[in-house]
């Protein structure tokens, strides 16, 4: 009788089912079978949990992320915004101050747009996509506790159920997704591991956030976005954006400083805002309707965890999204680095087997990429707050801040040179573009426009608003 070998399809356990945990559910089921480890139990529609702290706050993803949402997940952009969601023209549809109080200047000539709606809207959309997906397997209400295997080799995970029963799943990897609060780092010193190197750089930033009623006909007006982004070289640094979102509503958030933190009390959040280095958010928060108390953060600080440097690092275990690293979140790039982890790993699978001895490792290492694009940017502007960080920016650091405050100015007032400051921003491609003819030649001899000297807010835009 010929020989029949039956080839066992690998398997998979993502711990965290967020967005990053989501998406590499979604990019692993080309590989193996799912299983999804969630703590909490999770809502039928968009509504908050839990484990998304930071839902109530204002939250986007730029136009790098939506291309990636779209790369992993094919058409779930357009169900999430057949379900309330827009996708703004960056910077048509948005009226934005810079942190050096430059404004820019509205053009339509970039095609970065990105996606815009609740973060409720956004993981419920994500959920219904990637778990109708039959190769995922949903536990629910189910804590994981410690790894299972040895230095070399994660061979499963120990978890917990809510009622207290212990449970030890194994699998070909093990992929931790658990986000700002990961206990990789405990948990692999516990495998004999040595302690993973670790930055933090804390603007002391703090957020406060309140639901509005949209006023007036802005909702008949495909109102912008409002940003007042904070200027690191004035200390506080303050800030906030109005963001026209599902519902007729808008996610106000506004934020500050040591020393120039926004407070929890209601009566207090619009003289904050109008107390702005530009009074507009407060403006047109006159005519609008509360329809929260006001939520606040402070678990700001962006943090990151250096797992491609380590000397060692064991087979079937990864590390993704925020677990590997958090951003201060008015960068808006959690989420698009999230999916770009997810492709990192789905595309390094595709010519590496999931399997073989080394795998993970290079995994890890090409998830570090867009990990590391987000991160200097944040850590590029959050570093010259006061007490931000230990270590003091260099005079390299410094020219680059000086650059890219150059390229802030020359992309107010230039559509080529503002394309090529969006493709950094959005994660669409390194900080070299920022070096391109597109960007030089409009900085040193291109033709000299006026900076903006107030918001270029339409007057029928303000109109519907204001009444």
């Known amino acids: 009788m010929p020989d029949i070998t039956t080839t066992r399809r690998p398997t998979a356990i993502v711990i965290g089912a967020s967005a990053a945990g989501l998406f590499a559910a979604a990019a692993l089921t080309e590989f193996a079978d799912v299983t999804l480890i969630e703590r909490d139990t999770l809502p039928d529609g968009p509504e908050a949990r839990r484990g998304v702290p930071q839902a109530k706050h204002a939250h986007l993803v730029w136009s790098g992320g939506v291309q990636a949402f779209n790369d992993l997940l094919p058409g779930v952009v357009d169900d999430i915004v057949a379900s309330g969601a827009r996708l703004v023209h960056i910077m048509g549809d948005m009226v934005s101050r810079a942190p050096n109080e430059v404004w820019f200047r509205r053009f339509t000539s970039t095609h970065h747009r990105n996606l815009v709606c609740s973060r409720p809207l956004l993981d419920s959309g994500l959920r219904t996509r990637v778990l109708s997906d039959q190769r995922i397997t949903l536990r629910e209400a189910t804590r994981a506790v410690e790894l299972e295997g040895t230095a070399t080799r994660v061979t499963g995970v120990r978890v917990q159920s809510a009622d207290g029963d212990d449970d030890t799943l194994t699998a070909d990897l ?69 963001l026209p979102v599902e519902n007729n509503q808008w996610i106000v958030t506004l934020a500050g400083t040591r020393g120039g933190e926004p407070t929890g009390e209601p009566d207090r959040f619009e003289d904050f805002a109008l107390g702005l280095g530009d009074p507009i958010i407060g403006e047109l928060l006159k005519n609008a309707e509360p329809l929260s108390d006001v939520a606040t953060t402070r678990s700001t600080a962006n943090h990151r965890r250096y797992y491609e440097k380590m000397r060692a690092w064991p087979d079937g275990f990864l590390v993704l999204g925020d677990a590997i690293a958090s951003y201060n979140p008015v960068y808006g790039h959690g989420l698009t680095v999230a999916a770009q982890c997810a492709l990192a790993v789905r595309n390094t699978l595709r010519t590496t087997p999931l399997t073989a001895s080394g795998t993970a490792r290079r995994v890890q290492r090409a998830a570090s990429r867009p990990v590391a694009a987000a991160w200097d940017l944040a850590v590029g502007q959050d570093a010259f707050y006061p007490g931000a960080t230990d270590t003091p920016p260099t005079a390299v650091e410094k020219y680059l801040a000086r650059y ?25 491609k390194p900080a070299t573009r920022l070096f391109s003819p597109d960007m030089v030649w409009p900085m040193l001899f291109g033709r000299k426009k006026p900076l903006l000297n107030a918001a270029p807010l339409a007057e029928v835009e303000r109109d519907s608003a204001l009444g």
């Open 174 to 242: 093990v992929v931790d997704a658990t986000g700002r609060g990961s206990r990789a780092p405990q948990w692999l010193e516990a495998l004999g591991l040595p302690k993973v190197t670790e930055r933090e750089v804390n603007a002391g930033v703090a957020y406060a956030t309140r639901l509005y009623r949209a006023p007036g006909t802005t909702a008949d007006t495909n109102f912008p976005l409002i940003n007042v982004q904070a200027n690191p070289a004035k200390a506080p640094g303050q800030g906030g954006i109005i």
């Open 404 to 428: 890219v405050d150059r390229c802030v100015e020359t992309g107010a007032s230039n559509p080529r040179a503002l394309a090529a400051l969006l493709d950094v921003m959005s994660l669409e």
